[in-house]
């Protein structure tokens, strides 16, 4: 291939991220001639709508999706934390590149921590994970929906609309906004969504030009963590709007450490799993085991 067409939603992260991996793909092959190929989704265009009454993040997959199997675009971008669990048929996916800070990241007006802000105050997300952690929290905290891109969040941030919002770090720091972070919050309070941090590319199957051309970019360690935390949700059948956080991470003594945390999306309960196995994707089997004993099924139909 002399030519790669990267398909990416218009976001000003997102097509960061599509300028990342065109960056990546020039430094692997010197003259490589490489195009944005920019899509607008239905998610994109509903800004008011709470995102998983409209179908969720996996719009903005499958607008991307639908580029890839018209032509126009060899490869989309994702985010990973926003890819469903099950690759639809006629697809494949990948990490690609480094994994960047895998935390979620508390912003707030006054810089105070998540522990210091007063009951009852209301944190801005739209993640149903993130919403079940604060509502778990002993402070009372009220959460509300929040869309939008990143400088629309902020703004609303700064206008009072909320005393504190969520937010992936790797976003923000992607965008050069690290230092309107206040707090990033340990993993093992806030445990991640299951890919967060890791940029996907997806292409369609058979396509193994395409696999050939970006697996000098690939990460073996990043891609067997990120699918070792895919496997626990696909286990349970969860979707981006499972309130799940998986973290696999491997060690220096060669193993695979993975922790997972499942909530009620009300935050009254929440059920774990830590797993060390010498296979990553053994450590996600074996902690979704554990999380379905601890009576998963029952806490997703609840």
Known sequence: MDRLRIATRRSVLAMWQARHVADLMRQCHPGLEVELVEVVSQGDRDQTSILSSV??????????????????????????????????????????????????????????????????????????RRGAICRAMDRRLTVEPLRGNVDTRLRRLDEGSFDAILLAAAGLDRLGLGE???????????????????????????????????????????????????????????????PIGVHCERLDTGEYSLTAALYAADGSRQIRAKVLDREASAAGARAAERLIALGAEELIAN
């Open 55 to 128: 179908g969720g993040k996996g719009l903005f997959i499958t607008a991307l999706e639908e580029v890839l199997t018209q032509g126009r675009a060899d490869v989309a971008v994702h985010s990973m934390k926003d890819v469903p669990s099950i690759v639809p048929d006629g697809f494949q996916m990948s990490t690609i590149s480094t994994r960047a800070d895998v935390r979620d990241a508390l912003l707030t007006r006054d810089g105070g921590t998540i522990d210091e802000l007063p009951i009852g105050a209301t944190i801005g997300t739209t993640s149903t």
């Open 180 to 242: 309107r972070i206040t707090q990033r919050l340990p993993v093992d309070i806030f445990v991640p969504a299951p890919g967060q941090g890791a940029l996907a590319i997806e292409w369609v199957t058979n396509r193994d030009e395409v696999r050939e051309l970006i697996s000098p970019a690939m990460d073996s360690d990043v891609d067997a963590c990120v699918a070792a935390e895919r496997v626990v949700t696909r286990a349970l059948e969860g979707d981006c709007t499972l």
